[in-house]
């Protein structure tokens, strides 16, 4: 039996008292002047994170004169699409946008209930699923006041709440450091991404020696079109599309943007009488890119096709499908780098339609440095996005293994026996 076990069977054999939250606490009904306040102590909604990982820093002013009060030990929660699950446990006083909930543990309960054990119960999953089923709205929903003021919160002894807090506050400051690694790696991957995918200026270069010994008179740039085929999808229609369809279509959404992989949600499927060409199934080695869409910043993600799939892709997409003169993971970090991004904003036209034609992807001009120099770059740079990106290793499997480890045991320190 563990100390907090023996302490809940000594101090409440007949179970814990669960109250309604608005039977502890209230939501701050104190004001703060926003020319108070800084981008360290004004909260809005943009600026808490989501996954209950905290707040960062404002990025921009109070747009009101009067703001909500929040104080230390207040329990700050977005109030906009809850499913983000956003909440932050003040550790200062400061101003809170409308958008953002302050929740604070009522003079009555002060005694009763700390705030470093209230954050647990209602940054645990049985909260936001709560809060989600009362919000109201469709495509902006705002989590209902009233309802959240319901939600049962237990209240066991002090002693037993500073236990669990004694247990929890690890699992929370591990995953924040390891959030603050990744994000170090992050800078550190896209600062060599950057230096080692730059052959007009080798001076930041790691690799300018070599390729200085190897290119004596500079690297080579050719068009993408010189080394690369381009090729765009197969056309659909509504009337084609099938829940149970033979035929699988990858489209722009299925691009994870912030890891450029691709994920299998959401797949459309077709029927059987869909003509698909035999270059437009995914290869091993292919780059997957958005050619086509109404938002300009979708067009142009990739991903990287690792193996053959059994899949084809739709119209709005196309596929870069390189020769031997350049190695595909090299191309594939040039097409997620800045200057891809740069010749973009530049190339494509503001209609409504973004469309990435083959002759503005053509023109791309590309850096062929030799191809062991290409190898040895894209290995650099593999390990890198591995530690940023991989959910099967490195930084976000080590990561996403904590959150399951500290979510089993919130759940577990946070079911009580219900006093009756």
């Known amino acids: 039996m563990s100390r907090i076990d023996k302490l809940i069977a000594k101090l409440c054999p007949e179970g814990v008292e669960f109250v309604p939250l608005g039977m502890c606490a209230a939501y701050s009904s104190t004001r703060v002047n926003s020319n108070e306040l800084d981008q360290t102590n004004f909260v809005g909604v943009d600026n808490l994170l989501q996954n209950t990982r905290g707040k960062i820093d404002a990025s921009y002013p109070p747009n009101t004169a009067r703001l909500t009060a929040y104080e230390v030990g207040d329990i700050l929660i977005g109030n906009i699409r809850p499913y983000l ?89 591990l995953e924040a450091e390891m959030e603050a690694e990744m994000e170090a790696r992050r800078r550190q991957y896209e600062y060599y991404r950057g230096a080692l995918l730059t052959f007009d200026n080798m001076e930041g270069n790691p690799l300018r020696k070599l390729i200085a010994k190897l290119c004596p008179r500079g690297v080579e740039f050719k068009e993408l079109g010189e080394v690369a085929s381009y090729t765009r999808g197969v056309t659909y229609s509504k009337n084609d599309e099938r829940p149970d369809g033979p035929i ?70 196309a596929t870069i499908r390189t020769t031997e003169q350049i190695n595909s993971r ?91």
């Open 85 to 173: 699950k956003k909440i932050w446990l003040a550790d200062n006083y400061g101003g809170c946008s409308g958008d953002v909930l302050a929740i604070r543990i009522t003079q009555q309960y002060r005694q009763r209930l700390l705030p470093e054990f209230l954050y647990y119960p209602l940054s645990s999953y049985s909260f936001f699923s709560y809060n989600m089923r009362h919000a109201k709205g469709a495509k902006m929903p705002r989590g209902s006041k009233d309802a959240i003021l319901k939600f049962p919160i237990p209240v066991p002894p002090i002693e037993v709440q500073r236990e669990i807090v004694k247990v929890l506050d690890p699992f929370t400051e």
């Open 330 to 420: 090299f191309l594939f970090y040039l097409l997620i780098g800045n200057k891809f991004n740069a010749y973009l904003e530049k190339a494509l036209s503001t209609t409504t339609i973004n469309n990435l034609n083959a002759s503005i992807m053509k023109a791309f001009p590309i850096p062929i440095p030799p191809i062991e120099v290409q190898r040895e770059i894209a290995g650099i740079l593999d390990k890198f996005d591995a530690l940023v990106n991989s959910l099967s290793s490195g930084l976000p499997a080590e990561i996403k293994a904590r959150r399951r480890q500290y979510q089993y045991y919130r759940d577990r320190l946070l079911t009580f026996k219900m006093a009756q």
């Open 248 to 317: 699988r279509v990858l489209r722009s959404n299925n691009i994870t943007l912030s890891s450029n992989t691709i994920n299998f949600d959401d797949v459309k499927a077709v029927s059987g009488e869909v003509r698909v060409r035999d270059d437009q199934w995914l290869l091993a080695n292919d780059i997957l890119i958005s050619s086509a869409s109404g938002s300009k910043k979708h067009v142009g993600k990739v991903a990287y096709i690792n193996e053959n799939i059994d899949y084809c892709f739709g119209g709005f997409m």
